[in-house]
């Protein structure tokens, strides 16, 4: 596969004359996000019939659009009002609420409209560039590599559990435990199901997220007159577009972090089946490892914000890595792209770019422009959308739970679902009553039934050896960088008290 770089410069021009399909693209988009439960897969496949009878270079355009623009259309109800709008929202929140709750909510809109804008706009030139490599690396990613991948999401849990470590740690656990409800992967026998058949694929994601983080924030709420504290209230009024401008430049003043973030989530999107919820727990627990002051974590904390919606924009460009050379979807919906591109003929993998350079390239160029418009056009509306924090709570809190039920119900389309939400909601809801955090507990709901998936994958094919855990050498790079992320922090603490300790000494000696 040979770059074409001359094609690029008349690309770009051709893309930009599409803007009359990428702007509506983007507005459905973030509508599409905000709202838990939907999602560009399931939108895209509402509208299937439409894409298929597209032109295909139009069709393509518009997926893209919806897709890379529904992204950061999650975010935006995950810092407003506590509701991640899918699971690649899911560390969101916990930094994204507490600022909105100081009445510094437009700030942390803008911060998150740059992170995304720009982590999505970097890997997409990223993955322009060095397409065949970025291409290798779902050869490299067994289940060996992939349960390391887990554990270093999984990890995060220790990371909360430093504040209160027993509660912490019987949260995740919690979680683990939920997470291993419904069939077992190798001999289907029901487990914890109650004799729910609903429960035999598992516990469906949608209404654990809502009711862990939405319902429950509703009962909470509803206690106060609003969702603001008394100096946010206080603040929230006069805030005009200075506190826009102050969020762009502190995303901008981060950005390396907001670089090394989002590769993060190009390499995890490349991986099929990994995904958004993978990448943003593994970069809020990457950037609260290595940060200077990882005290701040979970209490309105900048990078604890940029760090999860640089990661879950930058999935987006690594999910179409392995669908347009491979012929593997990434993700679900570039499944949904697949299928679109089979209906109107068109052959995937290296030969694409050698018949039809145009459409294989214009997909990410697509995704390239997407990104620039959503700059444009989104970022100012960050005024305007924090409006919905001033509302009173004997409103906003019933149509908090009006809309996320709703939102349970719409993926399986199970009215158990809508109850299953609500359930989550009063689990979650004690949890916050008691000092134990629903973070903890999401994380083991999803990440734990894919660690278990890889981990028997990985013995069934050496026969229940153990030791293949350390049989891949990438395997042990990535087993190497794990514990570093548990020494070297504690390294730097330990030299940080004993420079305290010796300071202290040094007066009385």
Known sequence: ????????????????????????????????????????????????????????????????????????GAGIPAILVNIPGTAG????????????????????????????????????????LAMPLLAQVGYYMHSVEMIVVMLFGISLIASIAARDTHKGLIAGFLGLMIGSIGTDVVYATPRGTLGFLELY?????????????????????????SILSKKGLDAAPSVGWSATLEGCTIALSRWWHITWNSIIGLIIGVIPGAGASIASFVAYQQSRTYSKTPELYG?????????????????????????????????????????????QGVTLGPTLFQL?????????????????FMILTILPLA??????????????????IAFTLIGSFVPRVYMFDMWLGLAFGIIGYIARKTGYHVAAI????????????????????????????????????????????????AGIQFKKNRRLDESREAPNG
């Open 1 to 72: 596969m040979e770059f074409q770089f001359q094609l690029f410069g008349p690309l770009l021009i051709h893309t930009l004359s599409y803007w009359w399909v990428i702007i509506p693209s983007i507005f459905l988009g973030l509508i599409v996000g905000a709202i838990p439960g939907f999602s560009a897969a399931n939108t895209i496949i509402i509208l299937l019939p439409f894409t298929l009878v597209m032109d295909i270079e139009v069709g393509l355009i518009f997926m893209v659009a919806l897709y890379c623009s529904s992204r950061m």
């Open 89 to 128: 929202a899911a560390a969101t929140p916990l930094d994204g609420y507490p600022m909105t709750q100081a009445g510094r909510g437009q700030q942390a809109l803008a911060m998150s409209f740059v992170a995304s804008s720009f982590g999505g706009l970097m890997t997409t030139i990223i993955a322009l």
């Open 201 to 225: 694929d598992g516990v469906p994601l949608i209404p654990a997220l809502v009711g862990l983080f939405a319902v429950s924030e509703a009962f909470l709420v509803i206690e106060q007159k």
């Open 299 to 343: 209490t309105g904390h900048p990078e604890g914000l940029i760090a999860p919606e640089a990661a879950n924009n930058g999935v987006t460009s690594g999910t179409l890595i392995p669908l347009l050379i491979l012929g593997i979807p990434g993700g679900a919906t570039a499944a949904v792209m697949l299928v679109v591109m089979q209906y």
């Open 356 to 372: 039809n350079p145009e459409l294989g390239y214009g997909v990410f160029m697509a995704m390239a422009v997407t990104y620039f």
């Open 383 to 400: 005024r305007f959308m924090t409006r919905v924090t001033m509302v009173s709570t004997v409103y906003l809190a019933p149509c908090i």
């Open 442 to 489: 999401l994380i083991g709901v999803i990440l734990g039934p894919l660690l278990e998936t890889y981990f028997l994958r990985a013995l069934k094919m050496s026969d229940g050896d153990i030791m293949v855990l350390f049989s891949s050498n990438l395997g042990n790079v990535l087993w190497l960088a794990l514990f570093a992320t548990f020494l070297v922090p």
